[in-house]
């Protein structure tokens, strides 16, 4: 069966510091993979996608990064953090025929 | 571009009694709907969807949810909520032909449902 693997669950950053969060699927190949924030009252914004190793696309312009080195891992970066970067962030793959969306546990992150 | 708007941000219900999230989205065309739940710091876990064929949609933990085209609605519905019920509710929208691959969800703002015992 296929799962998917987000991590740190929580992390706490110093203005200025960078990033990396990392997504790993397990039990599928060639995954369409999604980065998602998540702010309180505002839903979920896509930030990145990627259909293909070393493809991204990305929806809302920012200081963040994506970055897909292989098949089944997606990585969200930044090289310096602002305290606006605060979220719940999501990774998300797509199923075969792309009629669901399966989601990590989520990343709960604070700029301090 | 799709839009879907989740028209209540709270909604508070007591427990044993019937409650209705309502989601309106944008397209015109033929769409995918879904419904998803997550609990407090939490992923997001499908609830339902609808992708053709019948209009009402029966899915998990005794919820449903029916299409309606001409309303461009797709309402959340359960006859009887339980405290575990509580939750952040969203709907969310796929365009099936959609370009470039990217065959992304479009998200509501979220609905916060609350069971009072």
């Known amino acids: 069966s296929q799962t998917i693997h987000q991590w740190p669950a929580t992390l706490v950053q110093p203005v200025g510091s960078p990033l990396s969060l990392e997504c790993t699927v397990e039990?599928?190949?060639?995954?369409?993979l999604y980065w998602y924030r998540q702010a309180a009252g505002r839903g979920l914004q896509l930030l990145f996608y990627?259909?293909?190793?070393?493809?991204i696309s990305s929806e809302v312009p920012q200081n963040l990064s994506a970055s897909r080195p292989q098949d089944r891992q997606f990585i969200l970066s930044s090289k310096k953090l602002l305290l606006s970067d605060s979220g719940f962030y999501l990774c998300?793959?797509?199923?075969?025929?792309?009629?669901?969306?399966?989601f990590g546990q989520g990343t709960r992150l604070t700029v301090v | 571009a799709q839009s879907v708007t989740q028209l209540d941000s709270q909604v508070p219900v007591f427990e044993e009694a019937p409650v209705e999230l309502r989601c309106n989205y944008s397209?015109?065309?033929?769409?995918?709907l879904f419904w998803y739940v997550q609990y407090p710091n939490q992923g997001l876990q499908l609830l339902l969807k609808?992708?053709?064929?019948?209009?009402l949609v029966k899915g998990i933990n005794g919820f449903e949810a029916e299409f309606n085209k001409s309303q461009t609605s797709f309402h959340l519905r359960k006859p009887s909520v339980h405290i575990s019920d509580t939750a952040e509710y969203f709907c969310?929208?796929?365009?099936?032909?959609?370009?470039?691959?990217?065959?992304?969800?479009?998200f509501g703002k979220g609905t916060k449902l609350s069971v009072i015992p």
């Open positions: 969310a929208v796929r365009d099936p032909y959609s370009g470039a691959g990217s065959y992304q969800l479009t």
């Open positions: 998300a793959w797509m199923a075969t025929g792309f009629t669901e969306a399966f």
């Open positions: 039990g599928t190949s060639n995954p369409n």
């Open positions: 990627s259909v293909g190793i070393g493809q």
């Open positions: 397209s015109s065309v033929s769409v995918y």
């Open positions: 609808y992708l053709s064929g019948s209009t």
